[in-house]
């Protein structure tokens, strides 16, 4: 168990929390939300004694371990994987050590000899004849090879990096773990076996995450940080979003009904209040009225951008034909593919992280150019794109609304219509002003999107635009999406987010085949199933 008491945070004039008092208990897996700058990450820091309170404690009980997700890869760069996984289990890594240096030595001291005898068994007790086998079982489930495992970390590329890092918390296996975002840079696959881990992990479970799917299937409880208080509920995601919403009505239809009643007292007060056969009663009324206190209905800190894509011409029934192409690096990603997409169809580019998924996105979309074959898009196609990379696209040295206006129509737009337009996209006041290079990555995601929103393109291509947004940015993504009627092609690791959208799946194997699947995740899922037990 772990209980915050009385936690307040203050940067300057700004209050992130006040006065928290909350307690999560052991057996308990909680989903830690909230809108982007209201101090989710400041407070598990707060939990995880990274970061002192305004005011405040946080205790933890007696004996207990606490373990959380470090984003400091590059302390390890020169250090074998296996390596950083182990100092996972500080306790474990030291015995380790110290036995690999005993043993290294040609002739030991009797006192070495002495210490060596002691150290097999402070080694077995602390799981060291198995460390191995453990460390090696979560990288492969965080899909990293077991040929890579006695690689230097500096072998691997970002992404993976932090799935290292990841591995090394688990490895600890704390009684409380807590986890920042542990499904960044984590495909579908290593999702779903993170999640499957964390619901056998037998003691305390914290997470911040904006996968929806994630959120649904790891929880027990939401701690929801909003009004600068955190409230808890039981269940996951959408329990949660369901009893908000049911609580805010019950107090809009209570409210309503006061309102209702003190209309009435208010009219027979006025009517009569000076008619002295009825003044008993008219001030019994006004006694009635008094005591009558409408709920307070706080506005949320939570904010959802206006996304709506609405395509400037019409688009024909050819998008896109790739006839035989093949894309080759150091090694062939895939080879000979034939893809045919019309409109009106919303496509999913899947598979595991390294397959190649962008470098299809970007052989469709013409951005790059095949070894082999050839794409030809139909004549009416008007592209708008997200890339995986917000530097791929935005100038770092521009203001935002500069870099904005760039891609208004034709016939212009003036600033008051550009701050407008910001504006539904949550860029407020001098915010507009930002230089893109100190702009967060959520808001440049929002940048980009108001950009597509600009272009008025219909077709529509997206390379992981959940990434860098919060839940509110995502659902409203998400709903804009389900509303446009042209063709929408998307590479994502959001389960959630393919689910409601995809009405076809195209997935790139490790082995570089290309699976074309007419129909939705949950169709081709089934569909491998069948597949794998008619084998």
């Given at each position: 168990m772990i209980a915050a008491t009385d936690v307040s945070m203050r940067f300057g004039q700004q209050m992130l929390f006040e006065n928290v008092s909350v307690k999560f208990n052991s057996g308990c897996r909680y989903g830690l939300i909230g809108a982007n700058g209201s101090g989710k990450s400041t407070f598990m820091k707060i939990l995880s004694g990274q970061q002192d309170s305004t005011?405040?404690?946080?205790?933890?009980d007696k004996d207990c371990r606490m373990g959380f997700l470090k984003q400091?890869?590059?302390?390890?760069?020169?250090v074998p994987i296996l390596d950083v996984v182990y100092m996972g289990n500080e306790n474990l890594w030291k015995i380790h050590q110290e036995r690999e240096y005993l043993y290294s030595k040609l002739e030991l001291t009797d006192e070495e000899e002495e210490r060596a005898n002691d150290i097999e068994g402070l080694f077995g007790d602390a799981g060291g004849y198995t460390m191995e086998a453990d460390a090696a079982k979560l990288l492969v489930g965080l899909g990293i090879p077991v040929e890579k495992h006695n690689q230097p970390l500096s072998s691997l590329t970002g992404g993976f990096k932090l799935r290292v890092l990841l591995a090394q918390v688990l490895f600890y296996n704390p009684d409380i773990l807590l986890l920042d975002e542990p499904t960044n840079h984590l495909d579908?696959?290593?999702?779903?076996?993170?999640?499957?881990?964390?619901k056998n992990h037998k003691g305390t479970v914290i997470v911040i995450s904006h996968n929806r799917y994630f959120l649904n299937e790891v929880c027990t409880h939401i701690a929801d940080l909003d009004y600068q208080e955190i409230r808890l509920f039981t269940g996951n995601y959408d329990d949660f979003m369901t009893a908000n919403e049911i609580a805010l009505e019950r107090v809009r239809r209570e409210n309503a009904k006061k309102e209702s009643r003190i209309s009435e007292l208010k009219e027979f007060i006025n009517r009569f209040g000076a008619n002295a056969s009825k003044a008993r009663q008219a001030t019994s009324r006004q006694k009635e009225l008094e005591k009558i206190q409408l709920e307070e209905i706080k506005p949320s800190s939570r904010v959802s951008p206006y996304i709506?894509?609405?395509?400037?011409?019409?688009?024909?029934?050819?998008?896109l034909e790739a006839s035989g192409i093949s894309k080759v690096y150091d090694h062939t990603l895939f080879k000979d593919?034939?893809?045919?997409?019309?409109?009106e169809?919303?496509?999913?580019?899947?598979?595991?992280?390294?397959?190649?998924?962008?470098t299809l996105l970007k052989l469709l979309l013409k951005l790059i150019e095949p070894n082999d074959g050839d794409v030809v898009h139909g004549e009416t196609v008007q592209l708008s794109y997200f890339p995986q990379d917000a530097s791929d696209i935005l100038n770092m040295e521009d203001r935002a609304i500069d870099w904005l206006a760039r891609f208004a129509p034709e016939e212009g737009l003036n600033e008051m219509e550009l701050r407008s337009f910001m504006g539904k996209m949550l860029f407020s006041g001098d915010e507009v002003n930002k230089f893109v290079k100190v702009l967060?990555?959520?808001e440049k995601a929002r940048l980009i999107l108001a950009k597509m929103m600009l272009e008025a393109g219909n077709v529509l291509a997206l390379d992981e635009p959940t990434n860098h947004l919060d839940l509110e940015s995502i659902e409203a993504l998400n709903y804009s999406l389900t509303l446009f009627k042209n063709t929408?092609?998307?590479?994502?690791?959001?389960?959630?987010?393919?689910?409601?959208?995809?009405?076809?799946?195209?997935?790139i194997d490790n082995d570089g085949k290309v699976i074309d699947f007419p129909g939705t995740l949950a169709e081709y899922e089934d569909f491998k199933k069948r597949r794998a037990k008619g084998k």
């Open positions: 005011t405040g404690s946080v205790a933890i400091n890869h590059y302390d390890y760069e020169d579908i696959s290593s999702i779903d076996w993170l999640c499957n881990l964390l709506r894509f609405n395509p400037r011409t019409r688009l024909g029934s050819k998008v593919v034939d893809i045919t997409i019309g409109n169809e919303k496509v999913a580019i899947i598979g595991t992280n390294g397959v190649g998924k962008t967060s990555g959520g929408v092609i998307f590479v994502s690791h959001d389960r959630e987010f393919i689910s409601s959208l995809a009405t076809r799946i195209i997935e």
